[in-house]
Each structure stands twice: as structure tokens, then as C-alpha cells.
């Protein structure tokens, strides 16, 4: 049988596509299978792209990035727009100064680590300069490609095309209020006159100049959107599934800058390789031969007691082991302090977390329960030396050792969730719980009978009771799949006017997928975990008024599922014990 025919609903993250606000069913075709989405207001969320590389959202802060006669202003310049540009059209600006220190800018309030670029080329004047007022300044020499004075933390110029357009970058980590280009001349910009050509404005938050993403009125935006449905490729995985997270905040003020970290004989070279995003935005802990052990740390404060998990990402150099550390927290308990194998992939401390993002790179956490006596302390990053201790034998053995880090992240949890980058300098940054309902309607589902199936996985088997399954609105009628707060138990319910029917089942791990199905129909409710019937009732009454799907089920949607969703199937009749068994084998 074709089981994709006979189903009255079917949401595939495979096959189902996802935009702001809706993430699509690929049956019923007219719309009313399709959830409304939502998660929040900023762009925090990331997934893992079908690439294997994390995706982030991006923004454009600037706005009218390539009409440099808007919201731009002239400081004794002038701009012509409809020249010659860096793809053989039109669409470049010449931008000509007419006093010493000629300027076009535009008003900007960011703080925190941002990257600063556009697209130039010389015309009278060999050189631009990048200033931005509160932050850094650069130099490019546009007649060479080659970068001249500046004091910004980074800065790049890499040609594009053979007609001399470079797109040229500056990162600084500041509060600034404007952002200025200036025609240049060998480091200064005192002669009173001169011209250069530009294209294609972007002022971004983080480390690293990203695809030009175009504005208008408002900022451009690009990437993983605030309400877009996050359809992950963990673990290397060929099919996505939907990811569903709780809120989150990443409380460690600068995930990926290092440049400000405290460091005990190392030093830190930022955007020195390849991250787990595919930037080059990952620093190289270097070891100084001044003392027996490595470290950087950053400050961290919790603001409550409680359980708390310290995470980053590592790559191995001729260091091929780390040890996170929760240092200075007083009273703390559980892994204050956990070992990790870069070679092996393996954590070297029990009840420590790894995860493979690949290229070399894990994911490594600790958890930590933090008492109230004392909320303020660091995360920090150790190198373990050949002799298997953080203290090497001398000082001379540290000199030149190396590893790669980058995203950094605290939060409060018993497990660590999806990364969640802050290059705010001071603050923390909250991702928001996704929220996944409203799939069908009356239409779609059958009172009297029928299978409501689901390959899914849960975050952690953290103790907490969640459901997915259909409901009226009043929620004493309804049919569920649930993630059950006994340790590793998968879960059926039935429920008619109030009346309970509870199957269950003790699986090894609930963070590995499983296909689960429960069938209803008058005195005969089973469910199926993984071709297997675990548990049947035979003695029920039918629930009545399902009129929609949710992945969060109970008073107000109490009982929220966090997890992975492969695939939703609901058919609205009881397939036979055949068919579940086959529908339900991995």
C-alpha cells in the first residue's frame, strides 16, 4: 500500500518547505494542513544547513545599502550614480570630494563586534578609508589590493573580477554612531580633491563580511529568519527534520571575539581559520612559553542558582586534547571541570556532551549546578598537554602549542540546545521557544478511528513531559504522541471527554529517532514503537471534535514538544496490524 495516498495529513521537513510564520504539509494540498510558526523577534536561531555548516540569520543594518543619495549625507562630496560596476552593469556610485577630508556617511547606533564593507575601485584617488565615529579606522589601496594604516581588529581587501573592484572590509568591536567612506590618498585624506567608485554598503553583526544582502527603507535581511521553521541536518543527516527548541539565552557576552578574553600564556589570533558556519571567523589559541599551562577565559554571570550548561566549539592543532573549566563559582557542583578527546571525538569526563559538526570541529559541554552564594565566574578553555595533565612538564613545552576555538555559550539547561551567537560585548542574547500549530482541520481527521503516526526524537531525557498529537480546543479530546517525563518512556494517549487511555514504553534512548504510531478505534488502542507493538488497550471510547494538529498539547499548550520531527503522517482509518509494523520499522 502507498502509505502517502492513504493519509489525510503529511508534514515531511524533506519534502515540506518553510518560510516566516509557516511551516508547509505536503498534504492536504490547499493550505489547511500548514502550521503557523513562530519563535520571536531576533535573529539568535541557527540550524544546521544541508551542508553540514551552521546557518545563521543575517542583517544588513544599513539601510539604502547601494543608494548613496538616501539616507546617505555628504561631508563636502558629491555621489553620480548609473556607473560602470563590478558585474558589467550600472549600478555603481562615484563618489567625488571636494575640500580635504571629503566624505559620504550615514547615521548608525551598534555596539558590539560588527564588519564594515563595501565594494570599491580607484578613480582619482588610489586609497579609501573606512571611519567609523566611536570605533575603528582603514586604509585600503585600491591600486594594488593590499590593506594600508587602520586599527581595526580585522580587515580584508580581496579583488573581484580583473577590472579593479575589491571588496574591502574593516571588524571592529565598538559603539559607533556613524559610518564614513572617504576618497583617499596614501594613508590621508587631506588632498581637496579626488574620487574612488563604490557599490553595495553592508554594515553586519559579527566577525566577517557575508554575502551582500540589499536594503532599502529598512535593513536587509537574509539567512535564518525570526519566524522561519528550522529544518536541521545534524549529524550529518541527508533528510532534514524540524527542529523544535525551547527559549534559550547564550549568556557569554562575546561568542566568537576573543581578542578581549583573559588569557594566561597564550596569545589569541582571531579569524585565523575556517569556523563550523564557513567563515573564517575561528581564533588559534597559541601557547607563549612563559608558563606550564594555557588558558582563555572570558567572565560569565548567571543571573539565578541552578543548573547551567558551558559549552564550545574546538579543533584540535598539534593540542589535541581541552578541558572546559566553570571557574570561581562557589558551591558549584557536577562537571566544574571535563576533559575532551579533538582526535578522537570522545569526552574523557562521564556525563560530559560531545557533538561532530565536522572539518574537525566538536561541540563540547559540561553541565554545572550553580549554588546562589556566589553567580559570578568564567568559562574557560585549557590545553591538555602530550603528558595528559593541563600543567605541562616545562614552560618551554607550552611555546607554540596550539588548538582552534570559537562559539562560545552558557545557558541555563540541563543539556545544551543549538548555538546561539551574541557579539554584543555586554549583554546576553535570548533565543525564543519555537512554536509549531494549527495543522488541519475537521476535515482532516476522523473521530471514530485512525493512526497518527510520527518519526521523532526528543532534545534529552530531561524529565520533562511533552506531547505532539490532535486536540479540539477545548483539550479534553485528544490523540497524542508523547515524550514522558519517566526516564527514556515513549508514550500514547487517547482522551474522550476527559476520560484517559494511557499506553507507554521504555525505549534504550529517546535522543535517537524512532517511529512511533498509535491506533484508535472503538475498544482497540495500540501503540507501535519501531515496528514492534509495546502496549494495547482494548476496552475505549472514541474522542470526539479533532479539528487540529499541534506540537504542543495540554492547557495553554502547556506541554510543549521539544525535539525533532522527521515526518507526521494521520490517516483517518486504523490501518491493520501489517501495516503499522511496516510503517513503523526503522
Known amino acids: ?79 553620480t ?3 560602470p560596476d563590478k558585474d558589467g552593469g550600472t549600478d555603481a556610485w562615484l563618489v567625488t570630494k571636494s575640500a580635504a577630508n571629503g566624505y559620504i556617511g550615514q547615521n548608525i547606533t551598534q555596539s558590539g563586534v560588527t564588519t564594515f564593507s563595501v565594494y570599491a575601485k580607484a578613480n582619482d584617488s588610489d586609497y579609501m578609508q573606512f571611519l567609523c565615529d566611536g570605533g575603528a579606522y582603514q586604509f585600503f589601496n585600491l591600486s594594488n589590493g593590499s590593506l594600508a594604516a ?26 559607533i554612531t556613524r559610518a564614513r567612506i572617504y576618497p583617499a590618498e596614501n ?4 588632498a581637496s580633491s579626488g574620487s574612488i567608485y ?61 581578542g578581549d578574553n583573559s588569557n594566561s600564556n597564550c596569545t589569541i589570533d582571531i579569524n585565523d581559520a575556517t569556523s563550523p558556519d564557513g567563515l573564517t571567523t575561528a581564533s588559534k589559541v597559541i601557547g607563549s612559553g612563559t608558563d606550564i599551562f594555557i588558558r582563555t577565559r572570558q567572565s560569565v554571570a548567571v543571573p539565578s542558582a541552578g543548573d547551567y550548561i558551558f559549552s564550545l566549539f574546538a579543533k584540535k592543532g598539534n593540542v589535541t586534547k581541552v578541558e572546559i573549566r566553570a571557574l570561581t563559582y562557589s ?10 578527546d579533538l582526535e578522537a571525538g570522545t569526552a574523557l569526563t562521564a556525563g560530559a556532551f560531545i557533538e561532530d559538526y565536522g572539518n574537525g570541529w566538536y561541540k563540547c559541554s559540561t553541565s554545572v549546578t550553580i549554588d546562589a552564594g556566589d553567580l559570578s565566574g568564567s568559562l574557560s578553555v585549557y590545553a591538555i598537554g602530550s603528558n595528559g595533565s593541563i600543567i605541562y612538564s616545562s614552560n618551554a613545552d607550552t ?44 476535515s482532516t481527521f476522523n473521530d471514530s478511528e485512525g493512526v497518527l503516526y510520527a518519526e521523532i526524537s526528543a532534545l534529552a531525557d530531561d524529565g520533562t513531559f511533552r506531547q505532539l498529537g490532535l486536540t479540539n480546543p477545548v483539550g479534553n479530546n485528544q490523540v497524542n504522541l508523547s515524550f514522558d517525563s519517566t526516564s527514556n518512556r515513549i508514550g500514547g494517549i487517547v482522551v474522550s471527554s476527559g476520560t484517559y487511555y494511557v499506553l507507554n514504553h521504555i525505549v534504550s534512548n529517546t535522543t535517537l529517532m524512532a517511529k512511533v504510531a498509535i491506533k484508535y478505534k472503538v475498544n482497540d488502542i495500540s501503540l ?8 494495547s488497550i482494548s476496552t475505549a471510547v472514541m474522542p470526539s471534535s479533532l479539528n487540529q494538529f499541534n506540537f504542543s498539547i495540554g492547557v495553554g499548550g502547556a506541554n510543549k514538544f521539544y525535539g525533532n520531527a522527521k515526518q507526521v503522517l494521520y490517516f483517518p482509518t486504523a490501518l491493520s496490524d501489517a501495516d503499522l509494523e511496516t510503517l513503523t520499522t526503522l
Open 1 to 79: 500500500m502507498s502509505f502517502f495516498d492513504d493519509a489525510s495529513l503529511a508534514f515531511l521537513p524533506s519534502g515540506a518547505a518553510g518560510k516566516d510564520t509557516k511551516a508547509y504539509s505536503i498534504k492536504p494540498t490547499d493550505g489547511s494542513g500548514d502550521f503557523t510558526f513562530s519563535r520571536g523577534s531576533n535573529l539568535a536561531a541557527t540550524r544546521v544547513g544541508p551542508t553540514g555548516l551552521i546557518e545563521k540569520g543575517r542583517e544588513n543594518l544599513l539601510t539604502y545599502s547601494n543608494e548613496f543619495d538616501t539616507t546617505w549625507f555628504n561631508g563636502s562630496s558629491s555621489e
Open 399 to 442: 611555546n607554540g602549542e596550539y588548538f582552534y576555538t570559537w562559539g562560545w555559550e552558557v545557558e541555563a539547561g540541563s543539556y545544551p540546545t543549538s548555538y546561539i551567537p551574541n557579539h554584543s560585548g555586554t549583554g546576553s542574547v535570548t533565543r525564543g521557544a519555537d512554536v509549531c500549530t494549527g495543522a488541519g482541520d475537521a
Open 198 to 258: 563604490i557599490q553595495d554598503s553592508q554594515l553586519e553583526i559579527g566577525l566577517a563580511a557575508t554575502e551582500v544582502i540589499e536594503s532599502g527603507a529598512t535593513t536587509g535581511k537574509a539567512g535564518l529568519l525570526e519566524d522561519e521553521p528550522r529544518f536541521d541536518y545534524s549529524g550529518g543527516a541527508t533528510c532534514p527534520s524540524l527542529l523544535l527548541e525551547g527559549s534559550r539565552t547564550n549568556l557569554v557576552s562575546q561568542s566568537e571575539y576573543f
Open 528 to 535: 507501535y514503537v519501531n515496528g514492534v507493538e509495546v502496549d
Open 150 to 175: 587602520g586599527n581595526a581588529i580585522d580587515a580584508e581587501i580581496e579583488a573581484i573580477g580583473t577590472d579593479g573592484w575589491y571588496r574591502c572590509s574593516m571588524v571592529q568591536n565598538a559603539s
Open 187 to 190: 594613508n590621508t585624506t587631506s
Open 331 to 340: 558551591g558549584s557542583t557536577g562537571l566544574t571541570e571535563a576533559k575532551f
Open 81 to 83: 550614480n548609473g556607473q
